[in-house]
């Protein structure tokens, strides 16, 4: 009797093309799937149509032509984006984006969610596609605190919808944590926990109860913090301390990459207070 040749459960070398792509900086693994499909990533001069393929560092990938770098080591920074600008890579009206206004000497990032035009305050960028997605799924959970500035003498039990849970238009907002801070005048302050990121979810959670968001800051995501970040400054997180509150793997720290660590939470003056223009 004679048998067929026997099929193998081991799987192919390499990796799956869009982590490669995604572990480069050249775009998350979504965004690279789809530009596979749109027929711009080429694998040894032939372009592909299908993510469905394993590389190796012996194969020469393009990206629109462009040869794609090998990949680097893993790297996190916070950055205090100002007021004014989107989290878009570009924009078609024109208007300055986040990566318009970072340091020439940065490397090819990406944002780790977005801000919206006219929020302001810590913004985590990575070279690394896979730990951009795995910041922001919803699994992760990490609760985000921001300083919320609104128009009016709002009362604590104002909030009380916030604080169950809201649905607006049919999409359901969590339940948000609130603290009523201070009353600046004929504005008050907020403290907003949340541990979502729907577009503009803070702005519409709070029109929904009848006030208005003159100014939002985001000061923390999950460990990390703005601390005191000048607006448009950008901030290196030592791998050490990345490796840890990301649970990597280890890997060897190359001398000189580490910049400061985020600094530990510490009781400070009302935000309020120095955001007073």
């Given at each position: 009797?004679?048998?067929?040749?026997?099929?193998?459960?081991?799987?192919?070398?390499?990796?799956?093309?869009?982590?490669?792509?995604?572990?480069?900086g050249v775009a998350s693994r979504r965004e690279a799937e789809r530009m596979i499909e749109a027929g711009r990533v080429a694998v040894n001069g032939k372009a592909i149509d299908s993510p469905a393929l394993n590389v190796t560092a012996k194969?020469?990938?393009?990206?629109?032509?462009?040869?794609?770098?090998?990949?680097?080591?893993?790297?996190?920074?916070?950055?205090?984006?100002?007021?004014?600008?989107?989290?878009?890579?570009?924009?078609?009206?024109?208007?300055?984006?986040?990566?318009?206004?970072?340091?020439?000497?940065?490397?090819?990032?990406?944002?780790?969610?977005?801000?919206?035009?006219?929020?302001?305050?810590?913004?985590?960028?990575?070279?690394?596609?896979?730990?951009?997605?795995?910041?922001?799924?919803?699994?992760?959970?990490?609760?985000?605190?921001?300083?919320?500035?609104?128009?009016?003498?709002?009362?604590?039990?104002?909030?009380?919808?916030?604080?169950?849970?809201?649905?607006?238009?049919?999409?359901?907002?969590?339940?948000?944590?609130?603290?009523?801070?201070?009353?600046?005048?004929?504005n008050a302050w907020l403290t907003i926990g949340l541990r979502e990121g729907k577009n503009r979810e803070i702005r519409r959670a709070i029109e929904d109860i009848g006030l208005t968001v003159n100014r939002l800051l985001r000061v923390s995501?999950?460990?990390?913090?703005?601390?005191?970040?000048?607006?448009?400054?950008?901030?290196?997180?030592?791998?050490?301390?990345?490796?840890?509150?990301?649970?990597?793997?280890?890997?060897?720290?190359?001398?000189?990459?580490?910049?400061?660590?985020?600094?530990?939470?510490?009781?400070?003056?009302?935000?309020?207070?120095?955001?007073?223009?």
């Amino acid at each position: 009797m004679r048998y067929g040749p026997r099929m193998s459960n081991t799987p192919p070398p390499g990796d799956r093309i869009a982590k490669v792509l995604a572990r480069a900086g050249v775009a998350s693994r979504r965004e690279a799937e789809r530009m596979i499909e749109a027929g711009r990533v080429a694998v040894n001069g032939k372009a592909i149509d299908s993510p469905a393929l394993n590389v190796t560092a012996k194969d020469k990938i393009t990206v629109d032509g462009k040869p794609v770098s090998e990949p680097e080591p893993s790297r996190l920074w916070l950055y205090h984006k100002p007021s004014g600008l989107v989290t878009t890579t570009r924009d078609e009206k024109g208007r300055a984006t986040i990566f318009d206004k970072l340091p020439e000497d940065m490397p090819r990032v990406m944002s780790v969610g977005r801000l919206d035009l006219n929020s302001e305050g810590l913004l985590l960028l990575t070279n690394d596609g896979g730990i951009k997605r795995k910041l922001e799924l919803p699994a992760t959970g990490w609760l985000r605190k921001y300083r919320v500035r609104v128009n009016g003498r709002p009362k604590d039990e104002d909030f009380a919808p916030l604080r169950k849970g809201l649905v607006i238009e049919g999409e359901r907002f969590q339940p948000m944590t609130v603290t009523l801070d201070r009353q600046q005048g004929a504005n008050a302050w907020l403290t907003i926990g949340l541990r979502e990121g729907k577009n503009r979810e803070i702005r519409r959670a709070i029109e929904d109860i009848g006030l208005t968001v003159n100014r939002l800051l985001r000061v923390s995501y999950g460990p990390f913090q703005l601390g005191d970040l000048k607006p448009g400054a950008v901030e290196e997180i030592r791998r050490r301390v990345m490796r840890d509150q990301l649970g990597l793997d280890a890997e060897a720290e190359p001398e000189g990459t580490a910049k400061k660590a985020p600094r530990p939470q510490r009781k400070r003056a009302p935000v309020g207070k120095k955001l007073r223009k």
